[in-house]
């Protein structure tokens, strides 16, 4: 069990942000990851539609006799984490509770703002979390849907992105909040863009960094670890839509190059 691969779901390359961050507290595991391409975005489908489509690639893993789940998607936590928590035998992780108790462990002002895709934000899913934690949090939830596209697109100019970027934050311009959790995979990917927007002030969580510090210590209480020492076997990425764009976004965002990326079929993932 402990040399089997780690595997992550996405609606396609956000979720490299949290792989990103699991390599590097794990450099020993293997990972597998899906980015569901060809059907993104997630973020405005109906939570019930994207529930099923977590299944789906969530399935598709498990054929790959994957050891733990990561759901490196905010949207799909939001839609599948409780149902898949429970369908499947293995530990499964989301994003949103790590997200939310890295927010609250950081904010001094005691307020939080949350960017993320529309079907995240309408969810409440952060909302509901970050009240758990400390039921007095100020929270003022934004969504910001186009952001997905500029990253799977990855063809805007830097102007372009900075004007998309300002029409949706200036929704903070009147909030006084010391604290903003990138809820949504995509957005670490345009995160200097999302700093240039507000002074140094605030600091940006990336839920992904708390993410990985679980994945770890799950699996250190399950006994999954992969103890070996060796060099990690390549890791795989499939995603259902372009193999070249995948690559050409994989290779420009992660540092580690030990990957090769495949072709999924929707097909094969709704049989
Ligand atoms: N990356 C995903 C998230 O964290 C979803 C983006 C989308 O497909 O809309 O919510």
Redesign the pocket.
Known sequence: MNNQPIGFI???V??LSVVKEVMKVLPNEQLYFVGDTQR?????RPLNEVKIFSQQLANFLQTKKIKLLVIA???ATAAALEDLQTELDIPVIGVIEPGSKSAVATTKNNTIGVI??EG?IHSREYNKKIKQLNKSTLIKSVAC?PF?EIVEEDNLSPKEITTVVSNSLNAFDQVNMDTLILG???FPLIESYIRDYFDEQITLINPAVETANLVQQTLIKEHLLNEEDSQPKEHIFYTTGSVEKFKEISNKWLDNKNFRVESLSLKELID
């Not at 993104?40 to 405005?44: D, F, I, K, V």
């Open positions: 996405d609606s396609g956000g979720g993104n975005p997630y973020g405005s998607c905010n949207t993320g895709t995240t849907q997905v949504c995979t995509h």
